[in-house]
Structure formats: C-alpha cells, structure tokens
C-alpha cells in the first residue's frame, strides 16, 4: 500500500510563499507522474502541477511561473514552491501519484492566502 503524507499549508498574506512536501512510502522512481491538484469545496478539482519521469512539467496556466515543482528521489519527495500567492489560491492541496492503472492520492494540506 502506498502512502503519500503532505505537509507545508497554512495561513499566508497574499504575496507570501508557501512550500508543500509529499512524502511517499515507497521510491517516487515507481511513479509516473507525480504532482499536485487541489480543490476548493463545491468546485472542480484543478491538476496544479505535475512531473515526470523523463522530467517533464506540466503547470496549469493558473500557477505557471508562481509555482515550481520538483522531487528529491533519494528523499522520495515532492515539493510545490508556491510564490507570489493570491487569495484565489486558497484550497485543500493533494499530492497524488501515478503507477501504472493506480492513482494515489494524500490526504492534502490546506493553503489559506488572506488579502
């Protein structure tokens, strides 16, 4: 059983940077991709980011060149750096990663930006 363990949200001014961890249980090699969405009660789920084996990234165009996402494989970890943080960026964020058919998916960390 895989497990993916967020950490890093909070309460930030608009303008403030956040970064977000997701730990996995196993090596992160073992996933393709991995990456961020996050949701906001009563809304559609947004795919935030994510990386790739091949080290590929995808941002939506919400967070391109605000965020970054990176993964340290020998601490079987990903990061989200969150810069430059509006309100509208308030939401539960989730790691989630990919092996083969199966989704994984962490129990999210809340990021509350105030105006």
């Known amino acids: 059983q895989v497990q993916l363990v967020e950490s890093g949200g909070g309460l930030v001014q608009a303008g403030g940077s956040l970064r977000l961890s997701c730990a996995a249980s196993?090596?992160?090699?073992?996933?393709?991709?991995m990456g961020w969405y996050r949701q906001v009660q009563g809304k559609q789920r947004e795919l935030v980011a994510s990386?790739?084996?091949?080290?590929?990234?995808i941002y939506a165009d919400s967070v391109k060149d605000r965020f970054t996402i990176s993964r340290d494989v020998a601490r079987n970890t990903v990061y989200l750096q969150m810069n430059s943080l509006i309100p509208e960026d308030t939401a539960g964020y989730y790691c989630y990663a990919k092996s083969g058919d199966s989704i994984y998916r962490g129990q999210g960390t809340q990021v509350t930006v105030s105006s």
């Open positions: 990386i790739f084996s091949g080290s590929k990234i």
């Open positions: 196993r090596s992160i090699n073992h996933f393709d991709p």
